[in-house]
């Protein structure tokens, strides 16, 4: 089945450590997103990556980095910069054709911890 | 810009009761609208979305949902409420065509009592 796979579910960082959150996804869409979820915030866009090679900054892009050198995958980092980051992370893929939207698949999400 | 609404935080209802969990959303032209569902600890799963046509959608898990243009309304129901359905719920607003933004709500958590 296709699917999009988040890894790991949990993951704890040490203050001062730049920590990767992996996210691939087998559906060939063109489109992937990673979100932040804070209780109570809902959810709040990061980056997002339409094609191979391009990404965009979301709402809250500081302290974060990703790339997109395979259209499968789009790994997300969580640098020292990034002050706050205790939060449950979410990838997403999505398929548009024309003005169809199919809306987001999600993954099963990565809760990542300060320690 | 869009914004979404979801005036509830938390809904209690009793199992085998009716559900209707509100959103009210700001966009300037036709917009996408999205219902998602999340279990604890785990991604969103989407319930029904709504573009055109018919304004009262069926989704999966015996959900549907009605547009109302002119209350700015896209709320979501259920007749008969099971205890599986206590998650958190999360309306979406976007544009249509393209990869643009999509916007969500804040959630509601809805309880379901015995």
């Known amino acids: 089945d296709g699917g999009i796979t988040q890894s790991p579910k949990y993951l704890f960082r040490k203050e001062g450590q730049n920590v990767t959150l992996s996210c691939e996804q087998n559906l060939n869409h063109d489109a992937m997103y990673w979100y932040r979820q804070d209780p109570g915030q809902g959810l709040r866009l990061i980056y997002y990556?339409?094609?191979?090679?391009?990404?965009q900054k979301g709402d809250i892009a500081e302290g974060y980095s990703v790339s997109r050198e395979k259209k499968e995958s789009f790994p997300l980092t969580v640098t020292s910069a990034q002050k706050n980051p205790t939060a449950f992370y979410l990838c997403?893929?999505?398929?548009?054709?024309?003005?169809?939207?199919?809306?987001?698949?999600f993954g099963s999400g990565t809760r990542l911890t300060v320690v | 810009a869009q914004s979404v609404t979801q005036p509830d935080i938390h809904i209690t209802v009793s199992e085998g009761a009716s559900l209707e969990l509100r959103c009210n959303y700001s966009?300037?032209?036709?917009?996408?609208l999205f219902w998602y569902v999340q279990s604890p600890g785990q991604g969103l799963q989407l319930l029904l979305k709504?573009?055109?046509?018919?304004?009262l959608v069926q989704g999966i898990k015996g959900f549907e949902a009605e547009f109302k243009r002119s209350q700015s309304s896209f709320n979501l129901r259920k007749p008969s409420v099971h205890w599986s359905d206590a998650a958190e719920y999360f309306c979406a607003v976007g544009p249509s065509g393209g990869y643009q933004k999509v916007t969500f709500g804040t959630g509601t958590k809805l309880q379901v009592i015995p």
């Open positions: 709504y573009f055109s046509g018919d304004t």
């Open positions: 966009y300037g032209a036709t917009p996408y």
């Open positions: 997403a893929s999505r398929k548009v054709q024309g003005t169809y939207d199919y809306g987001y698949t």
């Open positions: 990556s339409q094609i191979v090679n391009d990404f």
